[in-house]
C-alpha cells in the first residue's frame, strides 16, 4: 500500500513569490492535515481538510492556504513568501479522527 | 506554559537498557496520544497511539496515559543504536486531526 506522496521534494522560492505544494494521500484517507516544522517552532499545524472542507485550522496568516480535491488529493499555496516561511512543510493522512501519517515533506527555502 | 511538554533531552541510554520518555499536557479535554519518532532529516513516523489510561505494549514499545495526572509516557525496552532519534509526543484535543506537538525528546543509545 502506497504512503504519503508529497510533490516536490525540494523548493528554492525567492522572497515576494508565491509557491504550490501537494499531497497525495493513502487511498481511502479522507483527511489531510499539513504542518509546518522549523527548528525554533516545532511541528505547527497549519489546517486539515476533510472531503474536501477544512475541518480545522492553525493560527498562520492568511497566506497560508489549502483545498482539497474530491480524490482527497490536498495542494497548500503560500503567497507573498518571507524568509521565516523556510521549513519543512509535512502532509498527513489519516483514514477517520485517527492515526495520522505523514509523507516525506517538502523541504522550501525562501531566498 | 506550552501545551505540550517534553524534556528535549538528550537521554543517553546504553544499548539494552530501557529508555523512559515523558510527555505533559495542559488540555483536559485531550482526547488521543501518539508518540512519533524523527530521525534526522526525515519526517515523523507513527509508532503509537494510546487513547484510554493504562498501558499499551506493542514490541519493545510500551505507551501509558494517565488523563488524571495528564500525562502520557514511552518506554522502550531493549534499546538499539537505531533507535537514536527524537521521540515527539502529539496530542489530539480536537474533533478530526488537529496535533498539538511537543517540542521532541533527543535519544541516543550508545552501544
Known amino acids: 500500500k502506497a504512503g504519503v506522496t508529497q510533490t516536490p521534494r525540494y523548493l528554492i522560492k525567492t522572497r515576494g513569490q508565491q509557491v504550490t505544494l501537494s499531497c497525495s494521500p493513502i487511498s481511502g484517507h479522507r483527511s489531510v492535515s499539513w504542518y509546518q516544522q522549523t527548528p525554533g517552532q516545532g511541528l505547527q499545524f497549519l489546517f486539515e481538510?476533510?472531503?474536501?472542507?477544512?475541518?480545522n485550522k492553525g493560527n498562520f496568516p492568511g497566506r497560508f492556504s489549502g483545498r482539497q480535491f474530491s480524490n482527497s488529493r490536498s495542494e497548500m499555496n503560500v503567497s507573498t513568501l518571507e524568509l521565516g516561511d523556510s521549513a519543512l512543510y509535512l502532509c498527513?493522512?489519516?483514514?477517520?479522527?485517527?492515526?495520522?501519517?505523514f509523507g516525506q515533506g517538502t523541504r522550501l527555502t525562501v531566498v | 506554559q506550552k501545551e505540550v511538554e517534553q524534556n528535549s533531552g538528550p537521554l543517553s541510554v546504553p544499548e539494552g537498557a530501557i529508555a523512559s520518555l515523558n510527555c505533559t499536557y495542559s488540555d483536559r479535554g485531550s482526547q488521543s496520544f501518539f508518540w512519533y519518532r524523527q530521525y534526522s532529516g526525515k519526517s515523523p513516523e507513527l509508532i503509537m497511539s494510546i487513547y484510554s489510561n493504562g498501558d499499551k505494549e506493542d514490541g519493545r514499545f510500551t505507551a501509558q496515559l494517565n488523563k488524571a495526572s495528564q500525562y502520557v509516557s514511552l518506554l522502550i525496552r531493549d534499546s538499539q543504536p537505531s533507535d537514536s532519534a527524537t521521540y515527539l509526543c502529539a496530542v489530539n484535543k480536537a474533533a478530526g486531526n488537529k496535533l498539538t506537538f511537543g517540542g521532541g525528546t533527543r535519544v541516543l543509545v550508545k552501544p
Open positions: 481538510y476533510f472531503s474536501e472542507t477544512q475541518r
Open positions: 498527513a493522512s489519516s483514514w477517520g479522527d485517527s492515526e495520522a501519517f
